[in-house]
């Protein structure tokens, strides 16, 4: 009993030796994980104001005015007075017909017209004598008639003779053929050496007048119904004609810098393409807007008074076709809003349905979070600045 008393006491000993150190062999406890950092992302906070309704619509240039030049009088071209392509002023000669013939037909007609003065002076004289006798009862009345007769129809002799004379001059006038209007003259469609008709159909040339140009663009009659609905029930208002801005986007999509004005609407629809036709008048003192180029025609239809847009890579498109936005609410959480948009004018895309003021829309930052997540939201502008300092500090 004793040896067992004994080695349960060394047993004992030895636990209680070894207690400290199992103490701190124990598990660690768990700590909280940290939490996630917010990220920023850029918003823009949605304030409606006036903002003008513009419509972006399809156009061609077209010339303000176009003459073919044409001869009035026939014969055989002798000299060409202008270069292809370049501006000439009314008046301006262009080709020049052979003039001996309308020179001779001028002498002509002076001459004969020179024998009927002659024949006049004659007539005249004839009827002045007999009247007088006739007063003296020294002629007959019947010769007295007969001369006054001769004068007048001397007279009128004379007439025609002038008339000719004004014509063979107006004639060789029309050997020089000028130009009828100013603009810039296309190419020649003769030479030296060609024989031309008077009144043919063919035109020896082309003028067109560049300055002021034509926009001539069309719109869709529906479209036209429903901004005149729009404009009716007060949704937009109206636009003076005289503060009527009417611009051109070219080809290259630059805009051109001169505004020009509306001029008219056809009152009449295309049957075919259901579209009404439009035309706008620009300046184009340097000749950049040519016949035939096509343009967008940008023309402010009315104001809407408090109208909502927001950044174009603002609205994103879901899975069925829909336009949506993402907004941070209060607590900084984002949403999906789905949203009706109009048209798209400046970069911006106006939208009609689903915003109203204060609401704060994302515009970058999209791949950082998902919806529901808790974000940090800055101002657009303010991101856009800090962006340019990073850059500039590299």
């Not at 150190?21 to 996630?36: F, I, N, Q, S, W």
């Not at 998902?370 to 990073?390: F, H, I, N, R, Y």
Request: charged share 25%; aromatic share 4%; glycine share 8%.
């Amino acid at each position: 009993m004793s040896g067992y008393r004994a080695k349960s006491a060394c047993i004992a000993l030895m636990l209680a030796a070894l207690g400290p150190l199992l103490a701190g062999c124990k598990e660690p406890t768990a700590t909280a994980a940290p939490a996630a950092p917010e990220v920023e992302v850029s918003v823009v906070v949605v304030q409606p104001r006036a903002r003008a309704q513009m419509r972006e619509l399809p156009g061609r240039i077209a010339p303000t005015r176009v003459a073919e030049v044409r001869p009035r009088v026939s014969g055989i071209i002798v000299e060409r007075l202008f270069s292809q392509g370049s501006e000439v002023k009314a008046g301006d000669p262009l080709y020049r017909i052979d003039p001996r013939p309308f020179e001779v037909e001028v002498q002509s007609t002076e001459a004969a017209l020179a024998r009927a003065k002659a024949v006049l002076e004659q007539a005249s004289s004839q009827a002045n004598r007999v009247g007088t006798l006739f007063k003296e009862k020294a002629a007959p009345e019947a010769k007295n008639e007969e001369a006054i007769a001769a004068k007048r129809q001397a007279e009128a002799d004379v007439a025609a003779r002038k008339a000719d004379v004004a014509r063979a001059r107006l004639n060789l006038d029309y050997a020089t053929i000028r130009a009828p209007i100013d603009g810039i003259v296309g190419a020649a469609y003769v030479s030296e050496g060609a024989l031309v008709v008077q009144n043919d159909s063919t035109s020896l040339a082309t003028i067109q007048q560049l300055d002021p140009i034509y926009a001539d663009f069309t719109q869709s009659v529906n479209e036209m119904h429903q901004l005149r609905r729009a404009l009716d029930t007060g949704e937009l208002d109206r636009i003076a004609p005289d503060a009527m801005k009417v611009r051109l986007v070219l080809d290259d999509g630059e805009l051109y810098p001169l505004p020009g004005k509306l001029l008219f609407s056809e009152a009449k629809v295309d049957a075919h393409t259901g579209q009404v036709t439009l035309r706008g008048e620009f300046p184009n003192p340097k000749r950049e807007l040519l016949p035939g180029m096509y343009v967008r025609v940008q023309i402010e239809q009315g104001i809407d008074s408090d109208a909502i847009a927001v950044p174009q890579q603002a609205i994103q498109r879901n899975s069925g076709g829909g336009s949506e936005v993402f907004v941070v609410k209060d607590d900084g959480r984002v949403t999906i809003q789905p949203v009706k948009i109009g048209s798209q004018q400046d970069g911006m895309w106006f939208v009609t349905d689903g915003l109203k003021s204060g609401d704060k829309v994302v515009v970058e930052g999209f791949q950082k979070f998902t919806p529901g997540d808790k974000v940090k939201a800055q101002s657009w502008a303010e991101a856009d600045a800090s962006a340019d300092l990073t850059r500039q500090t590299r």
